[in-house]
């Protein structure tokens, strides 16, 4: 008896030994994909942000030299206005345009082959935008522009994407801020190489556009080395031997029999073993808050004005008062503020949360929104005023990149299972761009009507995104995806009981009790939850 009784306390020991899921680590893998997946997609849209600034000018002037050898008069005043419009605002419907084809790309070239090939389009459109002047033709440039437009709409919703699939739960967050800190850093790098020392000079500007093929090749020579997402080779390829390498990779061990078992039994647990569509998506009761959230998130994080203060920060700072000669070296500073901000954001993250973050986040910005309008407004009055818009502006950004900058995308693949997280990118990607083109088209107009209350306009924006946030998202922090599901059951109109019922069907249906022999008073297998959320 007392043999026995040794023999079920080992046997208890090996299952509870089990039981807990092996502590997870950066690894070398995870931090080179994250790095060099984010330096030719995200580094490359914020890039793409700021690099329009510096040459404006020599842009126009261009614009106008090609017009006189066409047509042997100088351009109108208006005519530049359209064009130069043409050309800052068409880079978000080649987004918009990329955004679209993403669900298709992915299902044929995988997460990390959409990456890889969309470098073809930063390639094709650096060649455009360098050789338009030499060339003689403002079209290239516009085109050029549309181009890259395309190549930021793809990245900017398979980037994400690829993140989220290849971090442990642990790191997904943070991992995810990588995409939010390029951004922040191609703003940078922007500002930094429009420099009048630098490419800010009439016979340099076109090398500024030459600068995006360098982050594609970069990616092109490194990410074919790393491995796909393991999530996409297991549950849409059903490539069990790469998604089990892949985990290997990216985990740095050789047990991942735990993982391989996890992602098995969320795909048991889904409803369809099929990538839905976005008509699928958008008919589905038990995803409808989850879509709205993203909607409402996404249209924040282009409507609240910060691509205004982006593609207009000459004209701000000039209005404010400050010499033309200074004013580089003051936007210089913006990029770097922002930078740190998205830097401090990846790392408390994890700690902090998603929620608390984008509402801060939003809150701040209608706070920093409201004194820039005050500020501005009395900027003719009082000489040190201008300083304060410029205080105001870097809090902004600073608001701006603390939550709103990275974490939308960041929630956009927590709050969807895998088989609508193609879909839910899509939609999120068309909003996105459809709110970045109109901010980049009216505001001008709307500064020109409104002059300094214009962006009071924002302060609405940003004061309704953070009551949506407080009122109705829960924090995905540390989450698995049934228990954030579980977290919109209510508003989905779906009963808790039948949440319950599903996921102890999906789970009976599945051999995960090998690994734990202990089941919970409520028959649910408690080793069971708690694998779901080990990556």
């Not at 990779?249 to 993982?259: K, M, N, P, Q």
């Not at 998506?281 to 982006?310: D, E, K």
Request: glycine fraction near 8%; include cysteine; proline fraction near 3%.
């Amino acid at each position: 008896m007392e043999e026995k009784t040794k023999d079920d306390e080992t046997t208890h020991t090996d299952s509870s030994d089990v039981k807990p899921a092996p502590e997870q680590r950066l690894t070398a893998c995870l931090i080179t994909a994250a790095f060099f997946g984010a330096l030719g997609s995200s580094f490359l849209y914020g890039y793409n942000l700021s690099v329009v600034n510096a040459p404006a000018t020599y842009i126009k002037n261009f614009y106008n030299k090609t017009w006189i050898s066409r047509y042997n008069e100088s351009i109108g005043v208006e005519t530049v206005t359209i064009l130069w419009s043409i050309t800052v605002s068409i880079f978000a419907i080649g987004g918009l345009v990329g955004a679209l084809t993403v669900s298709f790309l992915i299902k044929v070239l995988g997460r990390k082959g959409t990456l890889l090939a969309n470098n073809a389009l930063a390639l094709i459109a650096a060649l455009l935008l360098a050789l338009g002047e030499m060339a003689g033709s403002f079209e290239m440039l516009i085109i050029g522009r549309f181009i890259i437009g395309m190549d930021s709409g793809v990245s900017l919703s398979v980037l994400p994407m690829y993140l989220g699939e290849i971090s442990p739960r642990q790191f997904r967050g943070s991992v995810g801020q990588f995409h939010a800190i390029f951004i922040c850093l191609g703003v940078f790098i922007g500002q930094v190489l429009g420099l009048p020392e630098i490419f800010g000079q009439e016979s340099r500007w076109n090398f500024l556009f030459g600068f995006l093929a360098v982050p594609a090749l970069l990616q092109l020579c490194v990410l074919p080395f790393l491995p796909e997402s393991p999530r996409f080779l297991l549950m849409e390829r059903r490539d069990e031997v790469r998604a089990e390498r892949a985990f290997q990779a990216f985990l740095g061990r050789t047990d991942v029999s735990r993982e391989m078992e996890e992602v098995h039994a969320e795909s048991r647990c889904q409803n369809s073993q099929q990538t839905a569509s976005v008509l699928e998506l958008l008919r589905n009761r038990s995803v409808r808050w989850q879509l709205i959230t993203v909607i409402v998130v996404m249209s924040c994080y282009q409507l609240c004005g910060l691509n205004a203060i982006w593609y207009y920060t000459n004209g701000i700072f000039e209005g404010a008062g400050f010499t033309k000669s200074l004013i580089p070296y003051i936007t210089l500073s913006t990029g770097g503020i922002e930078t740190l901000a998205a830097i401090i954001s990846g790392l408390v993250i994890e700690k902090v949360g998603r929620r608390p973050l984008l509402i801060f986040g939003f809150s701040a910005m209608a706070v920093c929104f409201s004194l820039l309008t005050v500020f501005l407004h009395f900027q003719e009055q009082y000489s040190w005023m201008p300083y304060l818009s410029f205080v105001s502006i870097l809090a902004l950004i600073a608001s701006f990149c603390s939550g709103p900058g990275g974490v939308p995308f960041v929630l956009t693949g927590e709050l969807f299972e895998q088989s609508y997280r193609p879909a839910a990118f899509m939609i999120a990607g068309t909003v996105n761009w459809i709110s970045n083109f109109a901010v980049g088209l009216l505001f001008p107009f709307i500064q020109e009507a409104l002059q300094t209350f214009a962006f009071l306009l924002f302060v609405v924006v940003c004061v309704a995104g953070a009551v949506y946030l407080l009122v109705v998202l829960p924090e995905t922090k540390n989450k698995t995806f049934m228990e954030i599901s579980q977290s919109f059951s209510k508003m989905n109109g779906m009963s808790a009981q039948t949440q319950d019922r599903d996921m102890r069907d999906a789970l009976d249906c599945s051999k995960l009790k090998e690994l734990d022999g202990h089941t919970s008073a409520n028959g649910l297998d408690t080793a069971d939850v708690e694998m779901e959320s080990s990556f």
